[in-house]
């Protein structure tokens, strides 16, 4: 059964869909841009069967606030005073994309709260050449298009210390890569693992979406780099 909820930070409303065993460890899963809590509904019964499990909405997205202010760094800072509110001192952290950014900026911030990390089709953190925030489409989305031009910019000029601390990261870290058919530079992936003291690398051959495009090689990748975690 799956429980929608909020807890209120001190700027915004977070909103968040909790499931599975009351007494499994806590995961916490982080969206791509543009995505919400629901993104991994496909594949969360057999990823984490035994976790209890928090997918979060992420600020500007969902059901989460929409306070204006947008930035990684600031979904970093959700997401530990997310934790701090729910009494959550250590948890597994899964982040896509975006959310994989935010993953390993919580964990850089606070090691000690991260006992594993998986980062899906996420690279290294260098600066790219800029191009032209995309129109906003027709009809309603599920967030604030503003956090399309924050996160955009900050990815094209990502902050340096964000590659230097990489060393920071103390969990054991998976790291899930799309494959040539992903728009991520795979060679970037490669060196993001290599950067971290505990970390591996898998590829599957799905491109970005690897969550949604091949669900069930998803799970296989991930779900026993989890399953030791089990207490």
């Given at each position: 059964m799956t429980a929608h909820r909020t807890v209120d930070l001190p700027e915004l409303s977070l909103a968040y869909r909790e499931s599975g065993p009351a007494d499994g460890p806590p995961l916490v899963l982080l969206h791509a841009l543009g995505e919400r809590a629901t993104d991994w509904d496909d594949v969360l019964p057999a990823l984490a069967p035994h976790?209890?499990?928090?997918?979060?909405?992420?600020?500007?997205?969902?059901?989460?606030?929409?306070?204006?202010?947008?930035?990684?760094?600031?979904?970093?800072?959700?997401v530990l005073g997310f934790l701090d509110a729910l009494g959550l001192e250590r948890v597994d952290l899964l982040g896509h994309s975006m959310g994989g950014v935010v993953a390993y900026l919580v964990?850089?911030?606070?090691p000690e709260r991260v006992a594993r990390l998986v980062l899906e089709d996420v690279p290294a953190p260098h600066p790219r050449?800029?191009?032209?925030?995309?129109d906003r489409p027709a009809g309603p989305i599920d967030f604030d298009w503003a956090v399309v031009k924050a996160v955009k910019g900050r990815m094209d000029r990502p902050d340096p210390r964000w590659l230097e601390r990489?060393?920071?990261i103390t969990a054991p870290t998976l790291v899930v890569a799309g494959g040539p058919a992903s728009h991520v530079p795979q060679?970037?992936?490669?060196?993001?693992t290599?950067?971290?003291?505990?970390?591996?690398?898998v590829t599957v051959e799905a491109g970005h979406l690897v969550h949604r495009t091949r669900p069930a090689e998803f799970v296989a990748a991930v779900a026993p780099f989890l399953e030791p975690a089990r207490s």
């Open positions: 976790h209890r499990v928090y997918a979060l909405d992420l600020r500007g997205h969902g059901d989460s606030g929409r306070p204006g202010r947008y930035a990684v760094e600031l979904m970093r800072d959700d964990a850089q911030e606070r050449p800029a191009s032209p925030v995309p990489m060393t920071a060679d970037r992936i490669a060196e993001l290599g950067l971290l003291p505990d970390g591996r690398v």
